[in-house]
């Protein structure tokens, strides 16, 4: 049996804690031994790993660099003995990767989620320089693997596998009552974004874009579903917009899927992205997008088939894609049926997971000697 550790730095609701949640749940369980840690906390996704009987720790990380938690890090692999670490973002990536070299795991990956833009000039050296002790470092996007190639780490190493998706059944809800529930008109023009509230999302755009659109549009609403530190300061934005009747606020959702049904558009107004989740869901559900045409998101969308792509910052260009769909509801139902359609061919759960198994099994076999000296 080869065991696989897991190490991320929470299991918030989140996209990368729901890609690792569904991988770890879905490795067949007569290959593998699964086990996840978290360096800070848990989160929404720790009693769905349990409920798959997952064993979960939590490392409780009180500072960046956090020699406690290096020590308890090193006992659970210590008792554990996996012969695969695979990690999950910048924190857990380092912290992975130095206890991994130096406890002398078989097999090192990291994932990476995103085009880091985020990262200040002293982090590259420091990827480059994990980089050479990783066996493989996957990304979601072809746009996160020439962000990282274009800062060093070296193309061999780095592997792309997409995010997955189970289909969403959207037609199970009913939208009427979920239209009622969450006190919008019958007739209502409602976009929704789902995601965290922070600076890179640029959410201010889409309120502004929606107050553009009220003026063609007297019944458009738009569903900001989602939480983070921006908060407080969009709904004084929306507020001093004059639109906050027309903007709602929902705050994290375990039932985020009856809200898409509830939408006709999705908007995405990202500064730079990996591969987002929320717009896969989005597609899923049969909801055509308007999106910034950044790495990662023009990955997914495909202009003029499956919703539209707008450049950073362009309000009025985001009105006016948008008000092109509700002006057309047969071109928007058309554009969201073939986003369905990419979902299910191009992004499911099971390919994903499959991908990474091959990964894994490859890893393995070119360590084997390695593999054999871990203690069983």
């Excluded at 991320?8 to 569904?22: A, H, V, W």
């Excluded at 938690?69 to 924190?91: C, D, G, M, Y």
């Excluded at 107050?211 to 569903?223: A, M, S, T």
Aim: contains cysteine.
């Amino acid at each position: 049996m080869n065991r696989v550790l897991f190490l991320i730095p929470t299991l918030d609701r989140s996209g990368s804690e729901k890609q690792l949640s569904l991988l770890a749940a879905g490795l067949p369980r007569n290959e593998f031994d699964i086990r996840v840690v978290c360096l800070t906390r848990g989160g929404s996704y720790e009693k769905e790993l349990q409920r798959a009987g997952i064993p979960v720790d939590i490392l409780h990380k009180r500072m960046k660099l956090d020699p406690i938690v290096l020590w308890r890090l090193r006992q659970v692999i210590s008792e554990f003995k996996p012969h695969i670490i695979h990690t999950w973002l910048t924190a857990a990536n380092s912290y992975g990767r130095l206890v991994g070299c130096w406890m002398k795991i078989p097999v090192t990956i990291a994932t990476e989620r995103c085009v880091d833009r985020w990262k200040s000039p002293w982090h590259f050296p420091v990827d480059r320089w994990l980089s050479k002790k990783t066996d493989r470092l996957v990304v979601n996007s072809q746009g996160v693997a020439k962000f990282y190639r274009d800062h060093g780490v070296s193309g061999d190493r780095i592997q792309v596998i997409v995010n997955g998706i189970d289909p969403i059944k959207s037609q199970k809800y009913d939208r009427k009552r979920i239209r009622e529930q969450i006190q919008l008109p019958e007739d209502a023009c409602v976009i929704g974004y789902v995601g965290r509230l922070a600076t890179q999302k640029r959410i201010r755009d889409l309120i502004w874009a929606a107050d553009i659109l009220k003026l063609v549009l007297p019944k458009v609403y738009l569903l900001i579903v989602g939480d983070g530190p921006q908060r407080h300061q969009l709904r004084q934005f929306a507020r001093d917009c004059q639109i906050l009747d027309r903007v709602k606020f929902f705050g994290h959702c375990e039932e985020v899927e009856s809200l898409y049904s509830a939408m006709d558009v999705f908007w995405l107004g990202s500064e730079y992205e990996g591969m987002p989740n929320s717009v896969m869901e989005a597609m899923a559900s049969g909801l055509p997008v308007v999106a910034t045409n950044v790495p990662g998101v023009n990955e997914l969308v495909i202009e003029g088939k499956t919703g539209y792509l707008i450049p950073v910052g362009d309000r009025a260009e985001m009105a006016h894609k948008t008000f092109r769909l509700f002006e057309n509801p047969a071109l928007a139902q058309q554009f969201g049926n073939s986003g369905r359609l990419r979902m299910e061919q191009f992004f499911s759960t099971q390919d994903m997971i499959e991908s990474h198994v091959s990964l894994y099994r490859e890893l393995l076999a070119s360590h084997a000697e390695k593999c054999e000296g871990v203690v069983q």
